[in-house]
């Protein structure tokens, strides 16, 4: 299964408004649980020790910079061109390809639409994250190597 089909699966899960969902594979067994009042995803491999007891760990203290990442949804609100790019999945938010690199923008750049703006990383993974739009960076919502959560805002955008 790859990175791919288990965002779209996420993505599914959250918009299906399901409580939870169980798929097995001969290789991988995943599990996506969602709360009502914020989503919780849990992915255990079947061929490794279990890591139920990790995956959580990180789901809730990144809940606590959430309602901080919500407050400036107001601002993209008032500001109708300003798109917001979202996390889709969990993990830990990098701005740059490396610690020692430069990030991949900053605000006031110019960014085109599939080029790459961050990374997540989720279970060992770095997945990069493509601009869903091309325009101009207004705000980065997250610190570099912070948790984030599903469709949590990371930037804003103002479109060209």
């Known amino acids: 299964m790859t990175i791919k089909?288990?965002?779209?699966?996420?993505?599914?899960?959250?918009?299906?408004?399901?409580?939870?969902v169980e798929l097995e594979t001969k290789d991988v067994k995943l599990v996506i649980k969602t709360n009502k009042a914020a989503e919780q995803v849990i992915q255990v491999p079947v061929q490794q020790a279990p890591v139920v007891a990790a995956a959580p760990a990180p789901a809730r203290p990144a809940a606590a910079p959430a309602p901080e990442a919500a407050a400036p949804a107001p601002k993209a609100a008032e500001n109708a061109n300003q798109t917001t790019i979202k996390s889709p999945m969990i993990g830990t938010f990098y701005r740059s390809p490396g610690p020692?690199?430069?990030?991949?923008?900053?605000?006031?750049?110019k960014i085109e639409k599939g080029?790459?703006?961050c990374?997540?990383?989720a279970m060992k993974l770095f997945n990069e994250i493509e601009a869903e739009v091309s325009g101009t960076v207004v705000k980065v919502l997250l610190n570099d190597a912070s948790p984030v959560e599903y469709d949590q805002p990371l930037f804003l955008i103002e479109p060209n």
Do not use: H, Q, T, Y
């Open 119 to 121: 990374i997540i990383e």
């Open 100 to 109: 020692d690199k430069p990030p991949f923008f900053n605000v006031g750049d």
């Open 115 to 117: 080029k790459v703006i």
């Open 5 to 20: 089909e288990v965002e779209e699966l996420i993505r599914f899960v959250a918009k299906a408004n399901v409580s939870e």
